[in-house]
T-cell receptor
């Protein structure tokens, strides 16, 4: 069966520090991968998605970047965090087109102080 | 383009009462529709999905939803609320275009509060 792992679960980082959040998927190949952010009191904002290794699409301009160095690995990064980067970050995968839906990771709570 | 509207950011019910969470969608192609549940500090979990088979879809934890094309709705219901149902619920839509990529568009969520 397929599983998705996301870490760390919580993170407190000072303003201006770098960020690296990692997500891996097991039990499938060539998944579509997604990074979402939930800010307090707001809905889900799609940040990046990837349909293959090295293929990254950005939904909104921001202080973050994403990379996909391996088929089942998706990394969210920042060189210098801002206070506004605080939020709950979710990784997800899907099997492609059709009615599969997404499977989400357990999320990372990022607090920038 | 697809979109969903969830009516009511908060819904309060008593334990044992009917749960009704509303979702209306907009889609230029036949849609796939989903309901997800999120408990505090956790990821989203799929409750149920509509993929153009039966219009009444049954999901986990006793939830069900009915696809009504004429009303462009996909409301989530449960006959009797449990305290454990307190969570945030998200409706989502995607198109059926076979592009090899599925983009879900999520609603803003409805927080369900269950009182004893």
């Amino acid at each position: 069966s397929q599983t998705i792992h996301q870490w760390p679960a919580t993170l407190v980082q000072p303003v201006g520090s770098p960020l690296s959040l990692e997500c891996t998927v097991e039990g499938t190949s060539n998944p579509n991968l997604y990074w979402y952010r939930q800010a307090a009191g707001r809905g889900l904002q799609l940040l990046f998605y990837s349909v293959g290794i090295g293929q990254i699409s950005s939904e909104v301009p921001q202080n973050l970047s994403a990379s996909r160095p391996q088929d089942r690995q998706f990394i969210l990064s920042s060189k210098k965090l801002l206070l506004s980067d605080s939020g709950f970050y979710l990784c997800a995968w899907s099997a492609g087109a059709g009615g599969y839906g997404y499977t989400f990771g357990s999320g990372t709570r990022l607090t920038v102080v | 383009a697809q979109s969903v509207t969830q009516l009511g950011s908060h819904v309060s019910v008593s334990e044992g009462a009917l749960v009704l969470l509303r979702c209306n969608y907009s889609s230029s192609v036949p849609p796939y529709l989903f309901w997800y549940v999120q408990y505090p500090n956790q990821g989203l979990q799929l409750l149920l999905k509509y993929t153009s088979a039966a219009t009444l879809v049954k999901g986990i934890n006793g939830f069900e939803a009915e696809f009504k094309k004429s009303e462009t709705s996909f409301h989530l219901t449960k006959p009797s609320a449990h305290m454990s149902d307190a969570a945030e619920y998200f409706c989502a839509v995607s198109g059926t275009l076979n592009t090899g990529f599925q983009k879900l568009v999520f609603g803003t969520g409805t927080r369900l509060l269950v009182s004893p």
